[in-house]
């Protein structure tokens, strides 16, 4: 079950992020006067052609929803009539050109502000930023920051949620430089304001949290209730199922989340005793106790998620979080790419189909908000990765336009062909490396 949702999890969510990505470069050729012979959803044999009436593009569904493409009128690629020459794609100013091949990352980004946007006034699902521990000597312990306390705002800036808080955090680590956490004490009604340095941080605590391994605070204990099981791990195919309220393992009571998390993970490959209760009636199971590797260590997993609070906003101030996410995740994804290259992060942290596979398949289960913010954070990386200045992709293209603008005249046939190999290499490399992580990762 979970390889079926993950199968088609990653086909939906790479259907519709590569209709979006392609339909922006068709809705500005339209608008720039190039005729478009065919907009290709898949790749492939044709599954299914149509055209709409008094439309001369060809409509096409195809066999290998792996990716699309929209094919324009170009005198490099086929002959051309006279009366249509000046509907080709070569034939437009380079501003035109420009617009048409920017138009696919940026109608990427475009989706990821507009769903972000509805997330947050409907209501995106996250944790409360109640402080349940200080970890002694950490960053947040010397600043003097105390459970019970929550963290309302960062630099004057309102935060609504765990996750909300850990991108913004991460970005201000990049840029090394201090945030203003704003403290209110819930019990005595008063607010304070602590400064916290990011600097000395190291870039590779974002795989393992700025929050929790970094500055050293961890979250309120949550309820031990169940939100939702995965589909194939042991407590779905023990019964468990959401809603159940999880009261002992073995002879060790359990009273929030995170003893849950403590006590599971610490028995990785063994089985334990589990007992909780459901429509007020105690019941007992026995399952094993599935493992999972990191950085070189073994964890205990059985597959449930924890209820989560949904924090919704008006629809300006949505707007607002919206384009700041979108613009932070993206700044954040830049960053840890150069960081990726000059090793001050780590390329584990680089993942392939095989792992947004599984994550599509993961938030497919969890729900429509874990999917679309799953499908924004994918969208937001397929537009950056677009805009990339290597040659195949999209910002190859517009880099040859800015060389273009430079000097004067197109670059020359021979040098786009040389880039153009030099532009696979790279993507070859730059996979590889992405697969073999993916299957570092399923072996662990």
């Given amino acids: 079950m979970q390889f079926l949702y993950s199968v088609l999890g990653f086909i939906l969510a790479i259907g519709i992020l590569v209709t979006i990505h392609e339909f922006g470069h068709f809705w500005v050729a339209r608008r720039a006067g190039v005729k478009v012979h065919r907009f290709s959803v898949g790749f492939g044999k044709p599954l299914k052609i149509w055209r709409r009436e008094n439309d001369e593009t060809?409509?096409?569904?195809?066999?290998?929803?792996?990716?699309?493409?929209?094919?324009?009128?170009?005198?490099?690629?086929?002959?051309?009539?006279?009366?249509?020459?000046?509907?080709?794609?070569?034939?437009?100013?380079?501003?035109?050109?420009?617009?048409?091949?920017?138009?696919?990352p940026l109608a990427n980004?475009?989706?990821?502000?507009?769903?972000?946007?509805?997330?947050?006034?409907?209501?995106?699902?996250?944790?409360?930023?109640?402080?349940?521990?200080?970890?002694?000597?950490?960053?947040?312990?010397?600043?003097?920051?105390?459970?019970?306390?929550?963290?309302?705002?960062?630099?004057?800036?309102?935060?609504?949620?765990?996750?909300?808080?850990q991108l913004y955090l991460i970005h201000r680590m990049f840029q090394k430089k201090p945030v203003l956490f704003t403290l209110e004490d819930e019990a005595n009604g008063t607010s304070r304001q602590v400064e916290l340095p990011l600097g000395q941080l190291d870039s590779n605590v974002i795989s393992r949290g700025v929050l929790i391994q970094g500055l050293g605070i961890l979250p309120a204990p949550m309820s031990n209730v169940i939100a939702e099981v995965v589909a194939g791990k042991p407590a779905q195919v023990a019964g468990l199922k959401g809603g159940d309220e999880i009261v002992q393992i073995g002879y060790k009571p359990i009273a929030d989340w995170n003893q849950l998390v403590t006590t599971v993970t610490a028995l990785p490959g063994e089985s334990l005793s589990l007992s909780y209760q459901r429509d007020g009636q105690l019941h007992s199971v026995l399952m094993p106790v599935g493992s999972v590797e990191y950085e070189g260590k073994s964890y205990g997993?059985?597959?449930?998620?924890?209820?989560?609070?949904?924090?919704?906003?008006?629809?300006?101030?949505?707007?607002?979080?919206?384009?700041?996410?979108?613009?932070?995740?993206?700044?954040?994804?830049?960053?840890?790419?150069?960081k990726m290259i000059t090793r001050d992060v780590s390329s584990d942290n680089l993942s392939g189909p095989i792992t947004i596979a599984n994550m599509a398949g993961t938030t497919v289960q969890r729900g429509f908000d874990d999917f679309v913010t799953f499908l924004v954070v994918i969208s937001i990386s397929l537009g950056l990765i677009n805009l990339l200045p290597i040659p195949v992709l999209d910002g190859g293209h517009l880099m040859y336009f800015a060389i273009e603008a430079i000097k004067g005249s197109p670059v020359s046939e021979k040098a786009m062909v040389l880039g153009q190999q030099i532009g696979i290499a790279m993507l070859l490399l730059l996979m590889s490396l992405a697969f073999y992580n993916d299957i570092i990762r399923l072996i662990s």
């Fill in 109 to 165: 980004f475009l989706f990821a502000i507009v769903a972000m946007w509805g997330l947050y006034v409907v209501g995106v699902q996250d944790h409360p930023t109640l402080i349940g521990e200080v970890r002694e000597d950490s960053i947040a312990a010397q600043a003097g920051v105390q459970p019970g306390e929550r963290i309302v705002a960062i630099d004057e800036r309102k935060v609504y949620g765990w996750q909300d808080t």
């Fill in 58 to 104: 060809e409509y096409v569904l195809a066999a290998i929803p792996l990716g699309g493409y929209v094919k324009m009128l170009d005198e490099r690629v086929e002959e051309v009539a006279e009366e249509d020459r000046h509907r080709a794609f070569n034939r437009q100013s380079l501003g035109k050109r420009t617009a048409i091949v920017a138009a696919g």
């Fill in 301 to 338: 997993q059985i597959g449930v998620y924890p209820l989560r609070h949904s924090f919704s906003t008006g629809p300006l101030e949505g707007l607002i979080k919206s384009v700041d996410y979108t613009w932070r995740f993206t700044v954040v994804s830049l960053w840890s790419l150069g």
